[in-house]
């Protein structure tokens, strides 16, 4: 393998890690003005505008009892400052993940997941480059992707790749525009918001989720295409699950996420400095 043919492939590793990452912990991702959603992998066809859209995008404030009820639920779980998480998440063709762990939003986006690749074109690659799971650690200022050893060996002997928030914000073509916001504003109750700006929400009704008790709210968020979004909310004001479902130019896109533990201790250790490579420099490589 050449020098620069070794470069690129440690960074589409490292671009690869950034959008599991991402995922895993965002979700579908948010509207950037051209209607499209981004994200460290490029912009793709709009979902849905975002819950923090500007004003005159928005459409009408949501009124009356499910106003109220679903503020009670945002307040709520904004409030509980962390949680158990399990998602699956599948982005047409690209890329399907599974992820587990805990993360907290008091103080920034903190915490721990395990990523599962289970499909797509994303996973093949990493595969290929020896990487099926990885650890993902979360921190106010940037996160963190252990990759394996085959990736070390390409690296210097560093298994972990740091991420700063603002350095994905210079990626090449806006892909990267408002991504540390985007990063530390993600709690459970950003479903919530995108419900709230909603024109149709309904309350579906009465169901057991996994054993407990919820009320189900649906709502569909317009614009080039349409996002639904489903939560189930329990007698505490708390998510239980969520479900989202949109579009890409890679096909469909579902995350679907639960919540439990709320309130669990939560914590996120740096990697080692000698054991980490910062994306950043990876990226800069390429072009050497």
Known sequence: ????????????????????????????????????????????????????????????????????????????????????????TVMGRELSLEAAGALGWDDGLTGTLTITYTGGTTAETMRRLGTTAMEARYLPDAYYARMGDEFAERVGGRHWIKYVYEDLEDLGGGAGAGFADQMRNTTPNQAVKLLLSAGDVRRVGAETTRGRRTTHWSGTVGGATEQTVDIWVDDRNLLVKKVERGRTKTGELTQTAYYSDYGVPVSAARPPTEDTADFKELLASQGS
């Open 1 to 88: 393998m050449t020098g620069t043919t070794a470069r690129r492939t440690v960074v589409s590793i490292a671009v690869s890690a950034a959008l599991a990452c991402s995922t895993a912990c965002t979700g579908p991702g948010r509207s950037d003005d051209s209607g499209g959603t981004t994200g460290p992998s490029g912009p793709t066809r709009s979902t849905a505008p975002s819950a923090s859209a500007a004003p005159s995008s928005r459409p009408p404030a949501l009124t009356g009892a499910s106003a109220d009820a679903l503020r009670a639920v945002e307040r709520a779980t904004g409030r509980a400052g962390s949680a158990r998480v399990e998602s699956t």
